[in-house]
């Protein structure tokens, strides 16, 4: 059975950090996306890592946030600095490869 769960979401200041791990099983995983959709608001990629390591990210998110990967723990990670109201979504992984997604978790960046 394919999973990807994500995990590391929460409430948090502006300002400050999160760590969300996005864990495959059943699939090693590929070129890797983490995706975030705001209440009323379209599904947008953040960032994405590909197999060999290379990134790319949103305007939005470019300096702040940092994804990066754990080919043995068949993880996939998005660090999350200078957090802003703005950043509160879902935050989905998707596996390229395979098409899979996550189910999602919650960063809420509020004082």
């Known amino acids: 059975q394919v999973q990807l769960v994500e995990s590391g979401g929460g409430l948090v200041q502006p300002g400050g950090s999160l760590r969300l791990s996005c864990a495959a099983s059943?699939?090693?995983?590929?070129?890797m996306g983490w995706y975030r959709q705001a209440p009323g608001k379209q599904r947008e990629l953040v960032a994405f890592i590909t197999g060999g390591g290379s990134t790319n990210y949103a305007d939005s998110v470019k300096g702040r946030f940092t994804i990066s990967r754990d080919n043995a723990k068949n993880t996939v990670y998005l660090q999350m600095n200078s957090l802003k109201f703005e950043d509160t979504a879902v935050y989905y992984c998707?596996?390229?490869?395979?098409?899979?997604w996550g189910q999602g978790t919650q960063v809420t960046v509020s004082s």
């Open positions: 059943g699939i090693s995983i590929h070129d």
């Open positions: 998707q596996d390229y490869g395979s098409g899979y």
